[in-house]
């Protein structure tokens, strides 16, 4: 009786996460085993993908096998390419999987474990996922039409321009909470600045060596690539022991932030052979690599979580970020549970190489799945340090002082316990100074895979060159996001202008590129020094303001796949997107409406600009403000980030308002209900 | 199986799993591009190795959908 075999597996399998999960929920004051986080998450994605990816593959789109694909029937050997479906899986996953799904986990464990795991997995399976799985197939039917075309040709002209502006002010906020990362994680690290500061002139000689060496022995170049990378870790520890040098390299966080927009600048403007390509090579390469690795690292050694399933700072008062766990702990983790970043991967290079419409399922929802689970590891990675410790690390200064004892002394105040001899200990461990406030979530994300890694493989003696290759590994690829993004948003940019006046759009003219890859770095170069400036430590503004503008775009893309399923006759399955809509919608205005209006300083930044005013007009500055000019640029900074959230706020009204009055038109029946899909063809009945 | 057998199937694979690695990673494949043109338009003149990598690489960064956060 193989079907009821099968009908008793799906029903273990259910059980066995509900289990999981009623385990997790109900560990108050012990500690549980990461297998327990692991089980609840890789049962929970077989039953979603089982049984609710069927309904959008087998009842919205009725995915055919036999339907030509536009990789099929538009083959043209470079951008349509009929894929195997095992790379395209691999190739569409290194593409959404960056920095994101490991630093929002990471700064949402300081509710606890258990709000990150609900949000990481129902968020997935419910929303994420859904997303991308609809927005691909939408985008295969359509000839692998972007989603700005998608939403302004099934919603209408506003709701194209929105989606247009949505991606470049997610681009801006993204770049800048990213390089403020990197900064946190390389401030006054000897070490890391030097390491890092090597992979430029690495890449460098990969491109090179690709362009008059070997043209096109990519994994050759990528292998000398990453010999170089291990010898730069050791060359960054060399330098951190030799005290005149690692003097010279302990650079302040401004130094390093103008740093990175100085590189940026360059990166975008040069050609992208000598060193964007090469280090994408090499990042995809070592993303994934240590991707398998943390995975197997978690399940060999399979860590005790010594975070408590929920934490205090449920209530709004969290040192890592201000705000409670509803709505923050949502717009904190974006990536892993749903990111509105991944529709423009999955209606941009994906479905051109999907080589069968069956394909798309595992492509579209699996690979999100399988980013969510990247997202549970980061969790666990940040949860199964002590608590001292992880709050001791990601908590800024202005919360714990700037010596072992004080943040010691905080720390207990919480209800937690640090030794500050402990502090010191680890921090010499991994070869830092110290490991107070090293905020942004990168220190502490390494420190945690530095004790999974050295459990596993190494011992006690490999912790340092673990944290550093964690580190290394976070920056490199955030670097890479960083030079991509302003290449990315230059040529925005140019696109915008050259409507206004045509030479500005050419995209070889010199002047033009120059003036608008500056224009975009002082954009985000402008809210990462306001960012490392901040005496709250910048995460506390910017997280949330990237958080929220993910979800805007993700608003924008379940939009466009709601419009579609309706259009498509298919409005009783509408749900599937209707529901993470819904949810995001109340998310991203709630935040929204605190992050600007709450009467909380910490939360609100109207309510912040008003103290800083009363602290200018009682004439006596606090320590963490150095001047007068500081502080009054600390109240137009808050103006500006009130002005952006209201921003993202008001296009998701926007957005909205177009939407239902299509959905409402075709409901009606005032607007025909016509399919914009590509008419079916089948596939030829021999390949060549 | 000889032992030059033997290593011709390791080489072979080797060669396959560099060419999986290196779709993933995202590099253009010149080899299916040249294949395409000769079989479909096999009157055009296919672009160099060279010309055809800088191509790719340049429409690849010049949007966005290429890759995420």
């Known amino acids: 009786m193989p079907k009821l075999f099968r009908a008793g597996i799906w029903a273990l399998i259910t059980v066995l996460a509900v289990a999981a999960f009623a385990r997790i929920a109900l560990s108050r004051g012990e500690t549980i085993s990461a297998a327990w986080l692991l089980t609840a998450a890789v049962c929970s994605y077989a039953v979603a993908y089982r049984f609710y990816s069927k309904i959008i593959s087998a009842k919205i789109f009725a995915l055919d096998a036999t339907r030509a694909t536009p990789a099929v029937r538009l083959d043209d050997g470079r951008d349509f390419v009929p894929t195997n479906k095992w790379i395209v899986f691999g190739h569409h996953f290194a593409a959404i999987a960056g920095p994101g799904p490991l630093v929002g986990p990471t700064l949402a464990a300081q509710f606890g474990y258990l709000p990150g795991i609900i949000w990481i997995v129902v968020g997935v399976a419910l929303g994420g996922a859904v997303q991308d799985f609809v927005i691909l197939c939408s985008s295969v039917r359509r000839d692998g039409k972007s989603l700005g075309q998608m939403a302004r040709e099934e919603i209408g002209p506003v709701a194209g321009i929105t989606a247009l502006v949505a991606v470049l002010g997610i681009m801006i906020v993204l770049l800048a909470v990213l390089g403020l990362v990197v900064v946190n994680a390389l401030k006054s690290s000897p070490w890391g600045t030097v390491t890092i500061g090597l992979t430029i002139p690495i890449a460098i000689a990969m491109g090179v060596y690709l362009k008059w060496i070997r043209p096109g022995r990519v994994l050759e170049a990528t292998g000398l690539g990453l010999v170089a990378l291990v010898l730069a870790l050791y060359f960054g520890q060399w330098v951190s022991q030799q005290p005149t040098l690692a003097a010279m390299f302990t650079l302040s966080g401004t130094t390093l932030a103008i740093s990175i927009m100085v590189y940026s600048f360059f990166a975008s403007v040069m050609p992208v052979w000598l060193l964007l390509a090469p280090r994408d090579y090499l990042s995809a390469f070592v993303k994934i690599a240590v991707i398998f690795a943390l995975a197997l690292g978690i399940i060999v050694t399979l860590p005790p979580m010594h975070m408590p399933a929920v934490t205090r700072f449920v209530d709004g008062t969290g040192p890592v970020f201000a705000g409670k766990v509803f709505p923050f702990a949502f717009i904190t983790i974006a990536c892993g549970a749903i990111s509105g970043f991944h529709a423009l991967v999955s209606s941009g290079t994906t479905p051109k190489l999907l080589m069968s419409e069956a394909d798309a399922r595992m492509i579209g929802y699996g690979s999100m799945l399988m980013e969510s689970f990247v997202a549970v590891m980061a969790l666990i990675a940040a949860c199964a340090l002590t608590p001292g410790v992880y709050f001791a690390v990601n908590a800024p200064a202005s919360a714990i002082g700037t010596t072992a004892a004080s943040a010691a002394e905080a720390i207990r105040n919480w209800g937690f316990t640090l030794d500050p001899a402990e502090m010191q200990r680890l921090a010499q461990q991994v070869g830092e100074t110290s490991l107070l406030s090293r905020t942004g979530g990168a220190p502490s994300l390494a420190l945690g895979m530095a004790q999974i890694f050295s459990g596993a493989l190494g011992g006690q003696e490999a912790v340092a060159l673990w944290y550093h290759f964690a580190i290394m590994f976070e920056a490199l690829f955030i670097l890479t996001t960083l030079d991509a993004g302003t290449r990315i948003g230059r040529f925005m940019l140019q696109d915008l202008g050259g409507k206004i006046w045509a030479p500005f759009g050419r995209v070889s003219w010199y002047p033009a590129v120059l003036t608008s890859s500056a224009a975009i770095v002082l954009m985000w170069g402008y809210f990462l020094y306001q960012g490392v400036t901040d005496p709250l430590g910048g995460i506390n503004s910017l997280w949330p303001l990237f958080g929220i503008s993910n979800q805007l775009l993700a608003t924008v893309a379940l939009c466009v796949g709601t419009t579609i399923i309706i259009k498509m006759g298919k409005a009783k399955y509408a749900f599937t997107t209707m529901l993470p809509l819904a949810w995001l919608t109340i998310i991203c205005m709630v935040a929204g409406w605190e992050k600007i209006f709450s009467p909380d300083v910490k939360i609100g930044f109207l309510s912040h600009a008003h103290s800083i005013q009363d602290i200018i007009a009682s004439g006596v500055l606090p320590a963490s403000i150095a001047s007068m000019a500081d502080a009054k640029r600390m109240i137009s900074n808050d103006y500006l980030d009130a002005g952006v959230a209201a921003f993202f706020m008001i296009s998701t009204v926007v957005i909205l308002v177009a939407s239902f009055a299509e959905w409402y038109a075709v409901l009606s029946g005032s607007k025909l209900a016509v399919s914009s899909e590509v008419p079916y063809s089948a596939i030829p009945a021999t390949g060549d | ?69």
């Open chain 2, 1 to 69: 199986m000889t032992t030059r057998d033997a290593f011709e199937a390791v080489r072979h694979n080797l060669e396959r799993a560099g060419c999986v690695v290196r779709r993933v990673i995202g590099v253009p494949d010149y080899d299916i591009y040249v294949t395409h043109l000769r079989s479909r338009h096999p009157d055009v003149v296919p672009p160099s190795r060279e010309e055809f990598t800088q191509e790719r690489q340049a429409t690849k960064y010049s949007k966005p959908g290429s890759r995420c956060c």
